[in-house]
């Protein structure tokens, strides 16, 4: 069983990616981080604190809040037509009476990785804001870190944000650059193969049909959620009734990376010209002048083997 730290912008999909975890047999979750994106980072405690007593998994996991704005200070959360005005698509969830650690975010990340003793796998599915401040606390951290794995970023398909650049790594471009030259042992998720794995309605019809009563809670809310997903989706890119599995196909990947083929690549992110901030620099020469270890780029995915293990986890 692999045991790890997710670091979260509670919005729709990494709602799903957190609940997948939670159901996991193969997954255990030692706590959570939060950072501003899909909404503010104090929203996505709320939302996760809600999300672990939704699962019903039986006991208490930490949820720390982390950052509100970039390393550069600035903040901007997604449109609410994306996630809605509470990150998780409307969707009014039954209130935890847990309540968040207090604790620096980065402190959290720090303490975890020196308690498991090279054990802990981290998960992203936001900025890497948190990350980029505990690599401040703790330089070291990569070597005690099992590995990374980040949703985020693009390589030979467009961005969503701009043309260069994905969400999760322009939203802190200089936060993102200091993670990927840190030497982690990286496996970066990005819109090459998220944007090629689909959830449709039928899907979600189908899982109604068949999940056990102790699902149906976490069904039901899946459903509703991307209901509102769906509309962006259909406003946004002219899809019908289907939507891409950015995060929780991250988490898929976390849990069993032979669902992908990886690329090795040396790569920053240009974070100082405004035009193109959050694009991915790659140095591909035999003699490369990024001295930082590869990172494992995921560019082909068993996507219907993916959405299938990820709605199996709620049958």
Do not use: W
């Not at 503010?40 to 006991?59: F, Y």
């Not at 990785?113 to 980029?132: C, H, K, Q, S």
């Not at 990569?142 to 994905?166: I, W, Y």
């Not at 959830?199 to 019809?205: G, H, N, P, V, W």
């Amino acid at each position: 069983m692999q045991r790890i730290l997710i670091d979260a912008d509670t919005g729709i999909d990494d709602s799903i990616a957190i609940l997948y975890a939670l159901k996991s047999k193969k997954l255990l979750v030692e706590g959570i981080t939060t950072c501003f994106g899909n909404s503010g980072a104090a929203q996505s405690a709320d939302n996760c604190l809600r999300l672990i007593k939704l699962s019903g998994c039986g006991r208490e996991i930490p949820v720390v809040i982390g950052s509100e704005c970039s390393l550069e200070g600035e903040y901007a959360s997604a449109p609410a037509h994306i996630h809605g005005k509470n990150g998780i698509g409307n969707v009014v969830l039954p209130k935890s009476g847990q309540k968040p650690l207090q604790e620096d975010a980065a402190d959290f990340i720090v303490r975890k990785a020196n308690e498991l003793g090279g054990e802990l796998v981290i998960v992203t599915t936001g900025r890497l804001t948190n990350l980029a401040r505990a690599l401040e606390k703790d330089p070291k951290l990569p070597r005690k870190v099992k590995k990374l794995v980040t949703m985020g970023g693009c390589l030979q398909v467009p961005g969503n944000v701009s043309p260069f650049a994905e969400a999760n790594i322009a939203g802190d471009a200089k936060a993102a650059n200091q993670v990927f030259r840190a030497g982690f042992h990286m496996f970066l998720v990005g819109l090459d193969v998220t944007t090629k794995t689909f959830i449709t309605k039928q899907d979600l019809e189908n899982l109604e049909m068949y999940c056990t009563e102790e699902s149906r809670p976490c069904v039901e809310y899946i459903k509703k959620a991307l209901d509102f997903y769906f509309e962006f989706h259909r406003q946004s890119a002219g899809m019908l009734c289907r939507c891409v599995v950015h995060d929780p196909l991250a988490m898929l990947i976390a849990e069993d990376g032979t669902l992908g083929e990886f690329a090795m690549i040396r790569a920053g992110v240009e974070y100082q010209v405004p035009a193109y901030r959050g694009m991915i620099v790659t140095d591909h020469r035999f003699d490369s002048e990024m001295e930082q270890d590869e990172i494992a780029a995921c560019i082909r995915v068993d996507s219907d083997q993916a959405v299938r293990r990820l709605l199996f986890a709620f049958q």
